[in-house]
């Protein structure tokens, strides 16, 4: 299986920050990450496509980049609603996700 | 409103065996492959089982390969998850969840673009 590494696993920022997420892939998965966000309670929410692709709803602050093994979730300017857990997944093999990076207020 | 809404969780003994259904709305699930997804209380997420738009294909995690059974129901817009042998570790909320996919020149990527509310599988022993 192709394992997904995040980093950090938790992080704490302020609103207004800019904050960065990477994932590492186990091996080269070319652009075949995805991002979801994550509110306690909640469902997975879709942000981030194909690396890069901003999900249709999703606020222009986030974006996504990255290829090969290295892939980073960034939020612009870190607004209240932005505090919960990030998850990336990759789908060039059997899925598999991320540890997630809790986003924390400081 | 499209949605995908869970029903079938509960309490249940080690060895024993629990449904799970997801019904969906506002959409028709026949154009969908269709997946299920489980996250342990306080852990992150762990992808279950697939299967494909007519039913035909189907996909197991290791962990539950060999007791879990995905299928669907396109005339009842419905997806299920049978789950038999069940154990602690199975305990979990459950996920329904729709793929997409985008198609590029030499490229497909598929992702999960709806995900239902879940539903809670507790086992114990």
């Known amino acids: 299986d192709i394992q997904m590494t995040q980093s950090p696993s938790s992080l704490s920022a302020s609103v207004g920050d800019r904050v960065t997420i990477t994932c590492r892939a186990s091996q080269t998965i070319t652009n075949y990450v995805n991002w979801y966000q994550q509110k306690p309670g909640k469902a997975p929410k879709l942000l981030i496509y194909a690396a890069s692709n901003l999900q249709s709803g999703v606020a222009s602050r986030f974006s996504g980049t990255g290829s090969g093994t290295v892939f980073t979730l960034t939020i612009s300017s870190l607004q209240a609603e932005d505090f919960a857990t990030y998850y990336c997944?990759?789908?060039?093999?059997?899925?598999?996700f991320g540890q997630g990076t809790k986003v924390e207020i400081k | 409103e499209v949605q995908l809404v869970e029903s079938g969780g509960g309490l249940v003994q080690v060895g024993g065996s629990l449904r799970l259904s997801c019904s969906a709305s506002g959409f028709s699930l026949d154009s969908f492959a269709m997946h299920w997804v489980r996250q342990a209380p306080g852990k992150g997420l762990q992808y279950v089982s697939a299967i494909s738009i007519n039913g035909g294909s189907t996909y197991y995690a290791d962990s539950v390969k060999g007791r879990f059974t995905i299928s669907r129901d396109n005339s009842k817009n419905a997806l299920y998850l049978q789950m038999t042998s069940l154990r602690a570790e199975d305990t979990a909320v459950y996920y329904c969840?729709?793929?997409?996919?985008?198609?590029?020149?030499?490229?497909?990527?598929?992702?999960?673009?709806?995900w239902g509310r879940g539903t809670l599988v507790t086992v114990s022993s």
């Open positions: 969840v729709k793929e997409s996919i985008l198609v590029v020149p030499a490229a497909s990527y598929w992702y999960f673009d709806l």
């Open positions: 997944q990759q789908s060039y093999g059997d899925p598999t």
